[in-house]
Nanobody, 122 residues
Framework: QVQLVESGGGLVQAGGSLSLSCAAS????????MGWYRQAPGKERELVAA???????TYADSVKGRFTISRDNTKKTVYLRMNSLEPEDTAVYYC????????????????WGQGTLVTVSS
């Protein structure tokens, strides 16, 4: 199965933008649904956005219109572009993968990245 490494987290002011990347290694990346989850202090891990192997996307209501997920199968990389960031977006962001299908709750994930911290200051 794939292995995932995130990059791109950091500190940004409210209203700013940030992009995350997740590089995958291993076979058959094109067959994996890929996604981003986040976990804020004291809260459960939640789905932010996901994209299937067929490029169907889904977003949490809280990020619709502000975040965009994309994938580049030639680079085995999935991206999360985050615009109009809010302090409530502060969390550790995790890249996730599932062979086939779509990503939903945390139980649908088969592979996790190590996480990258995004901090949005007010």
């Amino acid at each position: 199965q794939v292995q995932l490494v995130e990059s791109g987290g950091g500190l940004v002011q409210a209203g700013g933008s940030l992009s995350l990347s997740c590089a995958a290694s291993g076979p058959a990346f094109i067959n994996y649904a890929m996604g981003w989850y986040r976990q804020a202090p004291g809260k459960e891990r939640e789905l932010v956005a996901a994209v299937t192997s067929g490029y169907t996307t889904t977003y949490a209501d809280s990020v619709k219109g502000r975040f965009t997920i994309s994938r580049d199968n030639t680079k085995k990389t999935v991206y999360l572009r985050m615009n109009s960031l809010e302090p409530e977006d502060t969390a550790v962001y995790y890249c996730a993968a599932r062979y086939g299908g779509m990503l939903y709750n945390v139980h649908s994930v088969s592979v996790w990245g190590q996480g990258t911290l995004v901090t949005v200051s007010s």
